[in-house]
């Protein structure tokens, strides 16, 4: 943390876990609690920009108020040798000015700034060694983001959080929009390696031919034929003469 002050509360605190199969989008929740006496903003960040989805991925959150995050990993192929170097920082601050997040996030020196650190981890079922209660805790698919909850412990109602019906909606509707985004990449690559296997096939048949093929004039047997009926005629008439 670049500040003395502890603005947030992490749970977890310190690792995000990831329970595959990773064919299809895997969920996991992060919670961030102020359990201070001012409003505090907050903004969350990746190494790996294009591998999470997170929503919301930054806010305000009011004295005494919880908020769930959810972290959406997309599908991958999986490589058990391979241990994941992916990255979280959870970036908080007390804004200078609340009707302005982003100049006071501008303004901001570092001293001012929380940043807690978290590191990702990906296991399959068959990995799994931990308790059966955690695992369903923070390893869970998207199917589950219905039940989703905004925790309180014993905090003042008054309190304002972003996950309401409204923003569970908003997280559903983005789930499936990444579904149809992933499906549509799919079709569409299989229609380019189609279209490119088609072309080539044709540009092999286009080849020109070594001989080409001479066209005969029209009509040219047809004056031959004339000619030796004109001698076969000229020849009776002479012939006649002669007699």
């Not at 006496?37 to 294009?50: S, W």
């Not at 806010?59 to 599908?75: A, E, N, R």
């Not at 501008?106 to 929380?114: L, S, T, V, Y």
């Amino acid at each position: 943390m670049a500040g003395s002050q502890q603005l947030l509360m992490l749970q977890p605190q310190n690792e995000l876990k990831f329970r595959g199969p990773f064919t299809q989008v895997v969920t996991t929740y992060l919670t961030l609690t102020n359990k201070g006496f001012d409003d505090v903003c907050f903004k969350i960040k990746t190494n790996m920009p294009r591998r999470y989805c997170v929503r919301p991925n930054g806010g305000l959150l009011g004295p005494g108020c919880s908020i769930t995050i959810l972290v959406m990993l997309q599908p991958f192929d999986y490589d058990p040798n391979e241990r994941p170097k992916h990255k979280f920082m959870v970036l908080a601050m007390i804004p200078s000015n609340k009707n302005d997040i982003e100049s006071s996030w501008r303004e901001a020196k570092p001293e001012d700034m929380m940043d807690s650190k978290l590191r990702c981890t990906h296991e399959m079922p068959s990995e799994n060694h931990e308790d059966g209660h955690e695992a369903d805790t923070y390893h869970t698919s998207v199917s589950s983001t219905s039940s989703l909850k905004t925790e309180y412990t014993g905090l003042p109602k008054s309190a304002v959080t972003w996950t309401d019906d409204g923003e569970r909606k908003k997280i559903m509707e983005e789930y499936r929009r990444l579904q149809l985004d992933v499906q549509h990449q799919r079709e569409e690559n299989k229609q380019i390696r189609e279209t490119n296997g088609l072309r080539n096939r044709k540009l092999a048949g286009a080849a020109p031919s070594a001989n080409p093929v001479v066209s005969k004039e029209p009509g040219l047997s047809n004056r031959v034929l004339a000619f030796c009926v004109l001698v076969f005629v000229m020849g009776v008439i002479i012939g006649k003469l002669l007699l």
